[in-house]
């Protein structure tokens, strides 16, 4: 197994050198569509220069490798993850026809459903791009479902039982989505097992395209995140920013 493990960053007391240029590094450094630099300067001033989770996560991501990313809540887990898929959909959008999304994004809760949905739907706003995400809810009517999943959009933001409920009614097809999935989120993957979708995860992994690029976001470590992992990816690259244990 390939891991690298990042080191806890020193506190940075500005002496210069290369730890602190690397601070210094700004998003356009890190090979993102531009139309994402400007439409986070758009969204959020606050928003000027990478957290160092997403300064190290998105470089691999872009290089399409599966990364499992540890960092505490609220150091910018989402958009190291929303900003790559974005700028991945951008270079390959109306290439193929597709029966499925390219990119699922699952949660523990409709709650963080919906916030996902937001951020990811101002960004695709701004950028002026023709993509399409959609939020799922497990409790929708079959019709509402099949709906939704129509077109198909190009990114399904669900809890686990909401696409195994996809599945069960044939609103999504297998097959569809072992022709289509590019990238498979698990947004806080602690919690996704303890709120008990193990078995409706482990169904969508069995249909994984060996292709499929999977990212899972923490916030801590437990022995359910090593299960996750056993399960979803292939080679991760494991970042701890900082220490968390
Ligand atoms: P996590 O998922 O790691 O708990 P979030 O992605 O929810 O963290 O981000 C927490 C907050 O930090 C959000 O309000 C978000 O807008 C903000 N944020 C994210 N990235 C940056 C950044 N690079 N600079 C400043 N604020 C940021
Ligand atoms: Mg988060």
């Excluded at 190009?154 to 569809?176: E, H, M, N, R, Y």
Aim: proline fraction near 7%; aromatic fraction near 4%; charged fraction near 25%.
């Amino acid at each position: 197994e390939n891991k690298v493990k990042d080191e806890p960053e020193e506190e940075n007391d500005d002496d210069g050198g290369s730890e602190a240029e690397d601070e210094e590094k700004s998003f356009d450094e890190l090979g993102l569509d531009p139309r994402l630099i400007r439409a986070l300067s758009k969204k959020d001033i606050s928003i000027s220069k990478p957290t160092p989770i997403q300064r190290v996560a998105i470089p691999l991501i872009l290089e399409g490798k599966d990364v499992v990313a540890r960092a505490k809540t609220g150091s910018g887990k989402t958009l190291a993850y929303l900003l790559p898929l974005l700028h991945k959909l951008f270079a390959d959008s109306g290439l193929k026809q597709k029966n499925a999304p390219s990119a699922f994004i699952l949660v523990p809760s409709g709650e963080l459903c919906q916030q996902v949905y937001k951020e990811i739907s101002s960004l695709i706003d701004l950028c002026k791009v023709p993509l399409k995400a959609v939020p799922l809810r497990s409790n929708m009517p079959i019709s509402d479902m099949r709906a939704a999943l129509s077109g198909p959009p190009d990114i399904l933001i669900s809890t686990p039982a909401g696409v195994a409920k996809c599945l069960s009614t044939g609103v999504l097809q297998s097959t569809s989505i072992a022709d289509s999935l590019e990238i498979l989120v698990l947004d806080e993957a602690d919690l996704l097992l303890s709120f008990g979708f193990e078995e409706d995860l482990k169904a969508l992994t069995a249909l994984l395209p060996r292709r499929c690029q999977c990212l899972l976001m923490s916030a801590t470590s437990s022995d359910d995140v090593d299960k996750l992992k056993k399960l979803i990816l292939h080679n991760p690259y494991i970042l701890t920013l900082p220490e968390v244990d």
